[in-house]
C-alpha cells in the first residue's frame, strides 16, 4: 500500500498543478491584505492625531466598520451565488479602491475619512467569500484544506508586511501612502477582469437554487455557532493584547509578537492542512478551543516570555478552529460554497462584536481591579466553560443534510466519512 504524502510534500502534491489564475488569486490574496493593512491598522491614530477626532467617536466608527467587514461578508455570499465570482470579486475591489482613494481627499475634508473607511470595509464584506469559493470551485474535497490554507498564509503574509512597509508614512506622509494603494488595488482589479469566469455555484445535483433564498438558509448551524464562539474568545487577544503588552514590555515586543502569529499561520497551517482535515470535528474543536483556553491562561503571568508563549498557544488553537469549521460548513451545507464562507463570516463578525463589547467590560473590571491579569484568567475560563454548550447546539439543532454522493464516485474520509468524489 502507498504511503500517504505527509508535510511539505503532501502539501504540494494536494496544490499541483495549480493553474496559473489561481496562482494570481494566491498572489493577489497577498497584494490585497498588503495594500489594505498599509493603512487600516493605523486608522485609530490617523483619525484622531490627524484628522483631530476625539477617541469615543473613533471607537464608535471602528466598531461599526469592523461589524461591517465582517458580517457583510453574509451579503457578498449571497451576491457572487446570483452574479458569479469573478463580477463579485471585481465589483468589491473598485468599490475598495473607490475607498482608498476618498482617504486622499479626506486629508482636504476630515469628514470623508469616515465614508473611505467604510467603503473600503464593504469591498472587504463582498470580497472575501467570493474569492474563498473561487479558490475551492472544483475542487475535491480532500484538496479543498489546501487550498484555503494557502490563501490564508497569503493573507496573514501581506497582513505581517503592509504595517512594516507603512508605518514610516503613515502619518508623515499619507497623501503618497493612500495614492499608492489605490492604485495598487486599481492594478489587482484589473486583473481579476482577465480571469475565467466560473459559475457562481459548485455543481452539486439536488442543491436549491431558488432565489428568493434567505440569507441564512441551509446554515450549517454547529459550524456556525462554533465559527462564532472561536471569534468571540480569539477577539479577546486580538482587541485587547495591545493595551496589555505594551504596558509590561513595549511596543517593539507587541510587534514581535505579531509577527511571530502571523508566521505560524503562514507555516503551519498549509502543512497541518491535511490533518486537519481528517480530524474529527469534535476533536478538531477540543483542541483548537484548549490552545485559546492554555494561551489565555498564559499570558495572565505577563512577562515577555507568557506573552510570546501565549500568542503562540492561542494562533496554534485558532489555526485548527478557524480552517476546521470552514471545512466542516461546507461539507454540511447544500449551498453554494460563496454563500458558505459568506455565512460563516457572519458568524465572525457576531462573535468580535460580542468581544469588543463584552472583553471590553471584563478588561475594565480588570483595571478598577488594579490587575489586568485577571482579564486573561476570565478569558481562559470562558475558553473551558463555553465550549461545551457546542454538544447542546448540535442535539438541538436540525440534523444537517448529507453531502451529495453521486453514484459511483463516493470516496472515504475518516474524518467526516462520506464525501462527495469528482
Known amino acids: 500500500m502507498a504511503e500517504r504524502p505527509t508535510g511539505d510534500a503532501g502539501l504540494r502534491s494536494a496544490l499541483l498543478p495549480l493553474a496559473g489564475p489561481l496562482r494570481f488569486l494566491l498572489l493577489s490574496s ?7 493593512f498599509m493603512v487600516l491598522p493605523f486608522m485609530s491614530v490617523f483619525l484622531h492625531e490627524r484628522l483631530g477626532m476625539g477617541l469615543g467617536a473613533v471607537g464608535v466608527v471602528l466598531a461599526a466598520a469592523s461589524l461591517v467587514q465582517f458580517s457583510g461578508g453574509i451579503v457578498g455570499g449571497v451576491l457572487a451565488d446570483r452574479v458569479g465570482l469573478r463580477r463579485t470579486m471585481m465589483w468589491a475591489l473598485v468599490v475598495r479602491t473607490a475607498g482608498f482613494a476618498a482617504f486622499v481627499a479626506a486629508l482636504r475634508w476630515p469628514p470623508v475619512a469616515v465614508a473611505a473607511l467604510i ?13 474563498k469559493a473561487y479558490l475551492v470551485h472544483g475542487v475535491d474535497e480532500a484538496r479543498r484544506p489546501a487550498f484555503l490554507s494557502a490563501g490564508n498564509a497569503a493573507l496573514n503574509a501581506g497582513m505581517a508586511v503592509g504595517p512594516l512597509v507603512a508605518g514610516p508614512f503613515v502619518l508623515s506622509s499619507p497623501g503618497p501612502l493612500f495614492l499608492g494603494v489605490t492604485v495598487l488595488f486599481a492594478v489587482v482589479a484589473v486583473g481579476h477582469a482577465r480571469l475565467p469566469a466560473t459559475g457562481a455555484r459548485e455543481e452539486r445535483p439536488g442543491d436549491a437554487r431558488a432565489s428568493g433564498q434567505g440569507l441564512l438558509t441551509g ?3 454547529l459550524p456556525f455557532v462554533a465559527n462564532g464562539l472561536a471569534f468571540y474568545l480569539y477577539f479577546h487577544f486580538q482587541h485587547y493584547l495591545a493595551v496589555y503588552a505594551v504596558e509590561r514590555a513595549s511596543s517593539e515586543f507587541y510587534s514581535l509578537v505579531l509577527l511571530a502569529c502571523f508566521a505560524l499561520v503562514i507555516v ?3 502543512l497541518a492542512s491535511g490533518a486537519i482535515r481528517r480530524m474529527r470535528y469534535p476533536v478538531a474543536l477540543a483542541a483548537g478551543y484548549a490552545g485559546l483556553a492554555a494561551g489565555m491562561a498564559v499570558l495572565a503571568s505577563g512577562t515577555r516570555t507568557a506573552l510570546l508563549a501565549g500568542g503562540v498557544l492561542i494562533t496554534l488553537g485558532d489555526i485548527v478552529l478557524f480552517l476546521k469549521n470552514d471545512l466542516e460548513a461546507l461539507r454540511r451545507s447544500r449551498r453554494s460554497a460563496a454563500v458558505v464562507f459568506g455565512q460563516q463570516r457572519l458568524a465572525a463578525g457576531l462573535g468580535a462584536c460580542a468581544s469588543g463589547v463584552l472583553g471590553g467590560q471584563l478588561y475594565g473590571f480588570g483595571e478598577r481591579a488594579g490587575d489586568t491579569g485577571w482579564f486573561w484568567l476570565l478569558a481562559a475560563a ?5 465550549p ?3 454538544a447542546l447546539t448540535g442535539r438541538t439543532a436540525a440534523r444537517p443534510a448529507r453531502p451529495h454522493r453521486r453514484e459511483g464516485t463516493t470516496t472515504t474520509d475518516g474524518a467526516n466519512g462520506r464525501v462527495p468524489g469528482r
Not at 30 to 36: A, C, H, M, R
Not at 382 to 386: A, S, Y
Open 30 to 36: 497577498f497584494l490585497i491584505p498588503l495594500g489594505s
Open 119 to 131: 467603503l473600503t470595509c464593504c469591498g472587504a464584506a463582498l470580497y472575501l467569500p467570493a474569492n
Open 219 to 221: 446554515v450549517a448551524v
Open 268 to 270: 503551519v497551517q498549509p
Open 382 to 386: 470562558q475558553c473551558v466553560l463555553l
Open 388 to 390: 461545551p454548550l457546542l
